[in-house]
């Protein structure tokens, strides 16, 4: 047990600090709003989440308002042609979401009529929704009474809690600790707590003088509660490498594939690569030209770092049937991954 004592949190305080300081989001409902009655949109609420996840709130909120400028309601997104959505995900990362997405969509509209269930239990049975997610929908939107545990909140009960260990070994009891604070306000207490870490309770910084649970917290007792959550040993990623190959033809156009339909970047636009792998293997170039060697790209992944030697060399088109030329000034617009907008940048384009 690592919480000898998970006295609950007293959620009067946060309320009441949330409703003077609650931030102004592009998918939030006000919690003045909310108290006159305006529900808070679940097509909106899930999109946020889904783009939240490994992602932060400043770069989400221009591909949110984009998306929800093209796409307004479920209906919409889920008529839209998923290269459309890979492309207006680009840069994002983590693109499973963004087929994810689609894929939900789809499902809500085909199996619910376009309307999102209202439970956290029915919500994980959509594509791509998993337990935080559903719990942060059916909470928001739907005001059930359910934790609702992201990583900043992990941050935020390893400090009340002054967590003896890394988050991860002790996450149930952090769960069962939060659910038993959870008041009928439900889906504003979850974004009260949600706030408190973006911005009271932060990584680096802790400004416990302003904070309304300051006076439960184990951590503000210390001399230095930022100690808290503690980390855990991080290893080593493993290294792979490997070639791209950028290539034009005689009007400059750019030749683009689509990456396989499984896996890492599945569906997303690339330039041909060779295979990424431990060693450097040898270089192959996929057409005949004067290549010239760019320097090298390094992009680092969930679970590995690629560095990756760029090639370029204007070539003649012949055989180079699996994707298509894209003008320069097209770029922008095609599904490319933050990884191979790098490469093209090292190749001098984008």
């Known amino acids: ?15 009441a600090w949330y409703d003077s300081h609650a931030r102004n989001l592009p998918w939030r409902v006000s919690p003045a709003d909310r108290a006159k009655g305006i529900a808070p949109d679940p097509y909106r609420v899930w999109l946020s989440e889904v783009m939240l996840q490994q992602t932060t709130v400043a770069a989400v909120k221009t591909y949110f308002l984009r ?4 796409w307004p309601t479920v209906f919409d997104l889920a008529a839209a042609p998923l290269d459309a959505v890979l492309k207006e995900w680009a840069g994002l990362g983590y693109y499973a979401r963004a087929r994810n997405l689609h894929a939900c969509a789809e499902a809500v509209v085909n199996q619910h009529g376009g309307v999102f269930p209202t439970s956290s239990a029915a919500l994980q049975t959509l594509p791509g929704i998993g337990a935080y997610t559903s719990a942060a929908i059916a909470a928001i939107c739907f005001d059930e009474e359910i934790a ?24 149930d009891e952090l769960r069962a600790a939060l659910q038993a604070s959870v008041p009928k306000r439900a889906g504003d207490f979850a974004q009260a707590m949600m706030d408190l870490g973006a911005t009271i309770c932060a990584p680096r910084t802790a400004t416990c003088m302003l904070c309304p649970i300051q006076p439960g917290c184990i951590a503000t007792k210390t001399a230095a509660p930022t100690v808290y959550p503690l980390k855990p040993a991080k290893p080593e990623k493993p290294v792979r490498k490997g070639h791209a190959f950028v290539m034009t033809d005689a009007d400059g156009d750019v030749y683009l594939q689509t990456r396989p339909d499984k896996g890492l970047l599945a569906k997303m636009t690339e330039v041909p690569t060779s295979d990424w792998v431990s060693a450097l293997p040898p270089v192959a170039y996929p057409a005949s030209g004067d290549w010239r060697h760019r320097g090298q790209v390094i992009h680092v992944f969930t ?18 049937d699996r994707g298509w030329w894209a003008e320069p000034s097209a770029l922008k617009g095609e599904a490319l991954p933050t990884l191979f907008r790098k490469v093209l940048a090292a190749a001098g384009l984008e």
């Open 1 to 15: 047990m690592h919480l000898p004592n998970p006295a609950p949190i007293d959620a009067a305080p946060v309320l």
């Open 67 to 70: 998306f929800t400028s093209l």
């Open 303 to 320: 679970h590995f770092r690629l560095e990756l030697e760029i090639w370029s060399a204007a070539v003649a088109p012949a055989g180079l």
């Open 148 to 171: 609702v545990l992201d990583g900043n909140l992990d941050r935020v009960l390893g400090r009340y809690y002054a967590l003896p260990v890394p988050v991860r070994e002790a996450k």
